[in-house]
């Protein structure tokens, strides 16, 4: 269930759960099936971030900044909130060092060349 379910849908879900069924939100199904759709590549070219000390979820906001996403595109990518979107990057600029988006993408691609040499 996403965060802002109301009471109903929770309740629907638990009884489904408790039915035995499956239960996704549309937008999670969305989210998921654009994430299942991405080129191989993109998939595990973010597999070296953990090696930085980012989340995965950082990990893909990563990719996402590299490729020049603002924090709406990303949010709307991801299926969360512009906030989120912007505690995340905040989170990755402090965990590189560094002092805004565009010095956090190189700063990474650096790191990730002296952790796996690629």
Request: net charge positive.
């Amino acid at each position: 269930m996403l965060k802002d379910a109301s009471a109903i849908e929770l309740v629907s879900a638990i009884r489904s759960v408790a039915a035995g069924e499956a239960i996704c939100p549309p937008s999670l199904t969305a989210a998921l099936f654009r994430y299942a759709s991405r080129p191989p590549n993109t998939v595990s070219s973010i597999s070296w971030g953990a090696e930085l000390g980012l989340s995965r979820r950082e990990q893909q906001l990563m990719t996402l900044l590299r490729d020049g996403l603002t924090n709406k595109e990303i949010a709307s990518q991801l299926s969360i909130s512009e906030q989120t979107v912007k505690n995340h990057v905040h989170n990755i600029m402090h965990k590189l060092g560094a002092r805004d988006r565009l010095s956090a993408v190189r700063r990474c691609e650096v790191l990730r060349f002296e952790v796996t040499g690629t």
